[in-house]
């Protein structure tokens, strides 16, 4: 299908009683950044593997590049599945491991990976037992980010890499994207960090889809209103509101809708003090437990 990376119909995977993905239907865009969202335990792991044919969903339908990369060969080679350690034997080469990806991968470009590798500092002479967790971190991106695949997905693949470093990760990533583009899902849980370079984020919680949108609509999708707890409760009746908290002075409330728009103007109106929520605080206050009293249950005799 023109336009779309992977589509994903009704997708579900249990192991045993456990329901890892529950009903996970949605079309990723082809050629976008895409931040795949979640706590642990949310499924973005599970999805992923589904994805590249490494896991076995139990029902629905996966269709990657428009083919089932199960049954088709030339399809799986357009998909990579990476993450911060992938199961390689501690006494390989980095340089074997080149050539198993330059083997594997019809569009690797193994100049581009070892300039990757010595910008990173990292010999090719070394073994995997001698790498920190930083250094196969920064291994494993170089060869997913050089096999240049229309699907890529980088589970976690940031673990260990220290700031300057990960800095460089994301301008490399951004500036490949632009001179090749291709569907690049990242999940992280460090959102805040990776925002600037994402085209487009799916959330998960719980093995479900909350929603899947482009940046700049979840960067108006909620507002937080302040004030004293009779304001707050007064002005969100009747209204869309995703959770209120109480705070040690005052209260707060999340609606929905945008900073700028018709209800948050409202809510200055009313004396609230009215704020932008940025994408990662939306992730939390849309998955958060609604009661927001699981904190107060540990001090309960």
């Given at each position: ?257 945008s900073v700028s728009g018709k209800t948050a103007q409202e809510a200055k109106a009313a004396g609230l003090s009215v704020s932008a929520v940025s994408p990662e605080d939306a992730s939390v206050y849309l998955t958060m437990p609604e009661e927001g009293k699981e904190l107060e249950s540990l001090w309960e005799?």
């Amino acid at each position: 299908m023109e336009g779309i990376a992977i589509q994903m119909d009704a997708v579900r995977k249990e192991y045993r009683k456990n329901i890892a993905l529950d009903g996970i239907t949605v079309n990723l865009h082809e050629n976008c950044i895409i931040g795949l969202i979640g706590a642990n335990g949310s499924g973005k792991t599970t999805l992923m593997k589904i994805c590249a044919g490494l896991e076995e969903k139990s029902s629905g339908e996966v269709l990657v590049c428009g083919a089932d990369i199960t049954k088709d060969i030339s399809a799986s080679e357009e998909v990579i599945y990476s993450m911060h350690d992938l199961p390689v034997g501690k006494s390989y080469r980095i340089s074997e491991i080149l050539k198993f990806y330059d083997i594997t991968y019809p569009h690797f470009d193994l100049v581009f990976c070892k300039k990757m590798l010595e910008l990173f500092g990292i010999s090719l002479k070394k073994t995997c037992r001698t790498l920190s967790q930083g250094q196969k971190s920064l291994v494993h991106f170089s060869c997913a980010a050089a096999a240049r695949c229309r699907v890529t997905l980088l589970d976690e693949p940031f673990i260990g890499i220290d700031i300057e470093k990960r800095k460089m990760v994301y301008e490399i990533l951004l500036r490949d994207f632009m001179e090749h583009p291709r569907a690049i899902i990242i999940s992280s849980h460090n959102l805040s960090e990776i925002e600037g370079i994402l085209s487009e984020m799916l959330l998960l919680h719980r093995g479900k889809m909350v929603f899947y949108q482009d940046m700049d609509t979840v960067r108006e999708m909620l507002f937080r209103a302040d004030g004293s707890k009779e304001e707050v409760m007064g002005f969100v009746e009747g209204k869309e509101t995703v959770c209120t908290r109480e705070k040690e002075i005052g209260c707060y409330a999340v609606l929905k809708g945008s900073v700028s728009g018709k209800t948050a103007q409202e809510a200055k109106a009313a004396g609230l003090s009215v704020s932008a929520v940025s994408p990662e605080d939306a992730s939390v206050y849309l998955t958060m437990p609604e009661e927001g009293k699981e904190l107060e249950s540990l001090w309960e005799n």
